[in-house]
């Protein structure tokens, strides 16, 4: 009928109403082709029926029982092959399949949304439970004896299959995190809102998340940035899947803000040593990713780069589920990937739905070895799946590992300055005693954050703050965070090296990289580099090396002796390329100031410069010995009073008494680097 009035017309049909012909059209043939296939099916049991009898009347008349039987049997066999005829019938004309329904008649399934079963009283057992019953983490144990990417592939899935265990018990369910995050943003009760056009989907996130943040969930930046996401993944989308409504659209991209803004509020209440929200997700991971899609130039197809935004969106979630404060909370946080693939597992017909049964493999894959970087950038695209699998997996794995620099994973908290300088005090002790931080003194330095942390406006924030402090607050997660300051990831692009495709990173080395160096040594002043480099198989070996031509471009005179001393700083191997840049990077001045100010308390930096001299038994000259000790007993001058200077003078005493005596020299050496001047005391509150 429409189509009739539209010749009349002679006119083009719209967009609109050719979807709707498109429409009518598919639910007459739908209909048609299941009377057709009744009918099939009633004529051949009649017809069934009518020969059996026929058989076994013919037979019996004849006397012949096992005619009977061998022609049922015949029968029976004509049966099956009309059963499984119309079976296959009904299935390639069927709407649920996807190789014979129109883009339009799919889009009339039924919508599927996340899975939501859980009670806010259900939800709170179930995190008290997680937090004290979670015990070791399951990843660390099975990636023990892995070298090769495919060994750590391997005992991923096999930490995989051993959390159903875990689950099984009701110890954890990732299932509930959709439950969790429309109770935690206070949505369970929101209606759902009719979209018509794609212009409305931005509009009505836009307004979901102010309300967001009028409720002190996010601030209004990570509103921002994830409101600029929610653009460029609607626009993506659409291209990826053309057939899809504004509806379809409209709730994947709305989930993901959603997701975001979630694990947003949630990282304020986990000191992990990192940041899992706005700042990691998108300030990081996918920025990088955006530039190596763009340095890739026509590479990526439209599906690839939905579903690298896809897996970024998802790939932490499992941070969320309880484990972060658990008892053994550092190690059993390294189960992340295992819940998060949980929970893209539990919404399979969301995620088939929205992405095809290839898509959402790919996410539920790409999730579960996010921690595990690939590079395969070669490898065609798939055309029957249309994206690249290699593509998605390196992509993802890639920015995951190179998050590890302060400007996108440092949390909110531990870059106030206030908070920072708390930070430097626990690695100060811990420095004086033996890498050792007592429990009273954690304690007292807990107490100080505490105070801190009440002079936060926003009651929900406050709260995750303390449970932060209380659960998370601990050296290591110290010793991480200081770590960050460390360097600066300038830029990332895909090239290549040695006849392969790999990424190629340009670090710059920050000033406070220099002061941590100074005052903590190599291992601290490196941690930045150390963890991405080794993440692409770069020898630990080569970290030596770099504190060394680090140390000497912040000695260097002129810009041309930095010069070449920064391009000696180059490393590779078969998955990636390590640059960094000729100039020390300018961190904020506040958090310089910082460093700047800790280097006048403490004389961690005379003491390192003393050791770094006299640590060869070669060199250990009584002379080189004696000018060393006047030159340390000059330099810590304005940092000690006079009962310091007295006690030091003890300890150098034994230095030079036993010159020829290495165990006793190097006991007196551990004395003066264990020494708690006057000034450091009042520092770290003693």
Do not use: W
Not at 48 to 59: F, K, P, Q, T
Not at 159 to 168: N, Q, T
Request: aromatic residues 6%.
């Amino acid at each position: 009928m429409r189509q009739a009035e539209q010749l009349q017309k002679q006119e083009a049909p719209t967009k609109t109403e050719k979807l709707e012909i498109a429409i009518e059209t598919a639910e007459a043939l739908s209909k048609l082709a299941d009377q057709t296939i009744k009918e099939i099916e009633e004529a051949s049991i009649e017809a069934i029926e009518a020969a059996n009898s026929r058989v076994e009347r013919g037979a019996t008349s004849l006397g012949g029982a096992e005619d009977i039987e061998v022609g049922k049997l015949a029968i029976t066999e004509v049966q099956r092959e009309i059963q499984e005829l119309t079976s296959q019938t009904q299935a390639k004309i069927s709407p649920e399949n996807p190789l014979s329904a129109t883009p339009e008649r799919a889009t009339e399934q039924p919508s599927v949304g996340l899975r939501d079963t859980y009670t806010p009283d259900q939800l709170a057992e179930l995190r008290a439970m997680t937090k004290d019953d979670y015990g070791e983490g399951l990843v660390s144990g099975a990636h023990k004896d892995a070298k090769t990417l495919e060994d750590h592939e391997t005992a991923q899935r096999e930490a995989y299959k051993a959390l159903d265990e875990k689950i099984e018990a009701g110890i954890v369910q990732p299932d509930s995190i959709t439950s969790d995050i429309l109770d935690r943003l206070e949505l369970r009760d929101k209606p759902e809102i009719a979209i018509e056009n794609i212009e409305q989907i931005t509009e009505q996130i836009a307004l979901e998340l102010k309300g967001l943040t009028e409720k002190g969930f996010i601030k209004e930046n990570e509103a921002k940035l994830i409101e600029s996401e929610a653009e460029i993944f609607t626009s993506a989308y659409a291209e990826a899947f053309p057939d899809a409504t504004p509806e379809q659209i409209f709730e994947v991209t709305r989930d993901n803000s959603r997701k975001l803004a979630y694990q947003t509020e949630r990282d304020k209440q986990v000191f992990s040593g990192s940041d899992h929200g706005t700042r990691h997700i998108l300030e990081g991971n996918m920025a990088m990713a955006d530039k190596i899609i763009a340095s890739l130039g026509d590479t990526a197809t439209a599906k690839d780069k939905v579903l690298i935004h896809q897996i970024i969106v998802d790939h932490d979630l499992g941070y969320t589920v309880g484990v972060a404060q658990a008892k053994q909370s550092f190690d059993a946080s390294k189960d992340h990937p295992l819940f998060s693939t949980k929970f893209i597992e539990a919404n399979e017909e969301y995620y088939t739905q929205k992405f095809g049964k290839d898509g959402y493999e790919m996410i539920r894959d790409g999730i579960l070895q996010h921690s595990y970087p690939k590079s395969e950038y070669r490898t065609p695209t798939d055309p029957e799946k249309g994206f690249n699998p290699d593509l998605i997996r390196s992509i993802t794995s890639t920015v995951d590992a190179l998050g590890v620099t302060a400007e996108t994973k440092c949390p909110a908290f531990f870059r106030e300055p206030e908070v920072i300088k708390i930070l430097q005090k626990v690695k100060l002790f811990a420095d004086k005693h033996g890498g050792k931080v007592t429990s009273e003194a954690i304690e007292m330095y807990k107490d100080q954050l505490r105070t801190l942390a009440d002079n936060e406006p926003d009651a929900v924030r406050k709260a995750g703050f303390h449970s932060a402090i209380e659960n998370q607050f601990n050296p290591v997660t110290v010793e991480m965070t200081l770590g960050q300051y460390t360097g600066v990831l300038k830029n990332i692009k895909i090239a290549e090296n040695e006849g392969k495709m790999v990424p190629h990173v340009t670090m710059d080395i920050s000033r406070s990289q220099a002061l941590l160096g100074d005052l903590f040594g190599d291992k601290i002043s490196t941690k930045a580099f150390k963890k991405a480099m080794e993440d692409f198989g770069i020898s630990d070996d080569v970290m030596e090396h770099m504190a060394k031509i680090i140390r000497e471009i912040r000695g260097a005179k002129t810009a041309e002796e930095k010069k070449v001393l920064v391009d000696q700083l180059r490393y590779s191997s078969d998955n990636a390329v390590f640059e960094f840049a000729p100039e020390l990077d300018e961190t904020t001045s506040e958090i310089e100031e910082l460093f700047q100010s800790f280097e006048q308390v403490t004389i961690s930096n005379e003491v390192r410069d003393l050791i770094r001299g006299v640590e060869s038994l070669e060199t250990r000259t009584p002379d080189r010995v004696e000018t060393l000790l006047t030159e340390f007993s000059t330099s810590i001058g304005e940092q000690v009073d006079e009962e310091d200077l007295l006690g030091i003078m003890k300890i150098q005493e034994r230095i030079r008494s036993n010159i020829d005596n290495p165990t006793e020299f190097e006991n007196a050496i551990q004395e003066l680097k264990s020494y708690v001047t006057k000034g450091e005391k009042e520092f770290m509150g003693l």
